[in-house]
């Protein structure tokens, strides 16, 4: 049945968007997370990338996480040369999190969950209101 198709998509879909957020949430967590000491590297962001897979027992194409890599982007300076993680020069190296990039990304994250939460519950609706067609005949 094409619903039960619908909802097996939209459910990778929520399984895809928690992962998504919970990927948001530890880079969000983590943006002030700096070394631990002079020279070492600070908390490296986290990307999440979805791959498409086909569903054999549905016939249905689902969304997966392909993989969580690591941002290569270069880390943030900050001056305070009365950190520990310091260098000679006084810049203490920072993870590079962008906080307002992370907000949009995981409300981006939400909307997909939430669409996927009505496409669900709209699937639900048809099938309950063709049940309830059927019996009535």
Do not use: C, W
């Not at 939209?10 to 997370?33: D, P, T």
């Not at 600070?42 to 990307?47: E, F, N």
């Not at 498409?52 to 290569?72: R, W």
């Not at 943030?76 to 993680?85: E, S």
């Amino acid at each position: 049945m094409d619903l039960m198709k619908s909802m097996a998509v939209s459910a990778s879909g929520l399984k895809a968007q928690s992962a998504r957020m919970r990927v948001i949430s530890e880079n969000i967590a983590n943006a002030q997370s700096v070394a631990v000491s002079a020279g070492a590297d600070p908390y490296r962001r986290k990307i999440i990338t979805f791959a498409n897979e086909l569903d054999k027992a549905t016939g249905a194409n689902t969304v997966t996480v392909k993989s969580v890599d690591e941002d290569s982007s270069a880390f943030n300076k900050r001056y305070d040369p009365g950190h520990p993680a310091a260098n000679s020069a006084g810049y203490v190296v920072m993870p590079n999190v962008n906080s307002l990039i992370e907000m949009m990304d995981m409300r981006q994250a939400q909307r997909s969950y939430e669409a996927n939460l009505n496409t669900i519950e709209s699937a639900k609706q048809m099938m309950m209101r063709t049940v309830s067609l059927l019996q009535n005949q």
